[in-house]
């Protein structure tokens, strides 16, 4: 289960306290100044969950995958003696397994010593696994990745155009997932989100209000994509302390109207 994120109870006290000085100043109920400070905090998370922009996320997972392969028209056939020569530059033990094997790679053209897996269209499955156990703990792919499949070690995927272009395509879905988390509370709170993170529904959130006229009670935000935290905890903390400035602004405001009366 995961945890969920609170502030220090002072800080919390302070915020509480506030809000009933809005009220009634405003002569509101509390539960109005709460929720409106919990839709401008809602706004923010799903405003600054990655990627800001569709463009920058899909960007990202294509330089990824330019890094894991090498985009072809069609493979060349290799022969047994190029075989051999090819296992030689790798520095690999020369039996019938690994020619086997080898006979499905490709030097790089003007570089030596980098090997490029051929993948054939029955074997175009296997690029998002490769693609998946090649990402690092951050989810981004890093430089210097090497892709073993059996005894043998290539730097890079050697693919067809049309394979490539359909594993990207596929894995554009997923961008904005982690941001479309905040979605439910988007919907329950009437907060501001980008009209593309709306694809991913609402099933992958949760809200919860639990909040009384007299301010008593909580609100609750919840992103359950399981890679969620600890990756917005930090956001999270931002996001809540940025709602509670706004209240503070809001007393200032008053306090300045007031004085001007």
Same mark, same amino acid.
């Given at each position: +289960?995961?945890?969920?994120? *609170?502030?220090?109870?002072? @800080?919390?006290?302070? /915020?509480?306290?506030?809000?009933?000085?809005?009220?009634?100043?405003?002569?509101?109920?509390?539960?109005?100044? +709460?929720?409106?400070?919990?839709?401008? +905090? #809602?706004? +923010?998370?799903?405003?600054?969950?990655?990627? *800001?922009?569709?463009?920058?996320?899909?960007?990202? %997972?294509?330089t990824d995958v330019r890094k894991l392969t090498l985009e072809?028209?069609?493979?060349?056939? &290799?022969?047994?003696? @190029?075989?051999?020569?090819?296992?030689?530059?790798?520095?690999?033990?020369?039996?019938?397994?690994?020619?086997?094997?080898?006979?499905?790679?490709?030097?790089?053209?003007?570089?030596?010593?980098?090997? /490029?897996?051929?993948?054939?269209?029955?074997?175009?499955?296997?690029?998002?696994?490769?693609?998946?156990?090649?990402?690092? &703990?951050?989810?981004?792919?890093?430089?210097?990745?090497?892709?073993? %499949?059996?005894?043998?070690?290539?730097?890079?995927?050697?693919?067809?155009?049309?394979?490539?272009? *359909?594993?990207?395509?596929?894995?554009?879905?997923?961008?904005?997932?982690?941001?479309?988390? $905040?979605?439910?509370?988007? @919907?329950? $709170?009437?907060?501001? #989100?980008?009209? $593309?993170? $709306?694809?991913?529904?609402?099933? @992958?959130?949760?809200?919860?209000?639990?909040?009384?006229?007299?301010?008593?009670?909580?609100?609750?935000?919840?992103?359950?994509?399981?890679?969620?935290?600890?990756?917005?905890?930090?956001?999270?903390?931002?996001?809540?302390?940025?709602?509670?400035?706004?209240?503070?602004?809001?007393?200032?405001?008053?306090?300045a109207k007031s004085k001007r009366v």
């Amino acid at each position: +289960m995961k945890p969920y994120l *609170r502030l220090p109870s002072s @800080e919390i006290a302070k /915020f509480r306290a506030n809000v009933h000085r809005v009220a009634r100043e405003t002569g509101t109920d509390c539960g109005v100044v +709460m929720r409106s400070s919990m839709q401008q +905090m #809602v706004g +923010m998370l799903s405003g600054y969950t990655y990627p *800001r922009k569709r463009g920058d996320g899909e960007g990202a %997972i294509k330089t990824d995958v330019r890094k894991l392969t090498l985009e072809v028209t069609g493979n060349s056939p &290799r022969t047994k003696d @190029e075989a051999v020569r090819l296992l030689v530059l790798l520095r690999l033990p020369v039996n019938q397994a690994n020619i086997i094997a080898a006979r499905k790679l490709a030097k790089e053209h003007g570089t030596s010593g980098q090997a /490029f897996y051929s993948i054939t269209n029955q074997q175009a499955d296997i690029l998002p696994g490769l693609h998946w156990r090649a990402r690092g &703990r951050g989810g981004r792919i890093v430089r210097g990745v090497n892709v073993k %499949i059996g005894d043998i070690t290539a730097d890079r995927l050697r693919v067809r155009a049309e394979q490539q272009l *359909r594993h990207l395509q596929n894995i554009y879905q997923h961008v904005g997932r982690l941001r479309g988390g $905040w979605n439910k509370a988007a @919907e329950v $709170w009437r907060a501001k #989100v980008a009209d $593309w993170a $709306w694809r991913h529904g609402t099933a @992958e959130g949760s809200a919860t209000d639990a909040l009384k006229p007299d301010g008593s009670g909580y609100l609750r935000a919840t992103n359950n994509v399981y890679y969620a935290y600890p990756k917005l905890a930090k956001l999270s903390k931002i996001a809540m302390r940025a709602a509670i400035r706004n209240v503070e602004k809001r007393l200032t405001r008053i306090a300045a109207k007031s004085k001007r009366v």
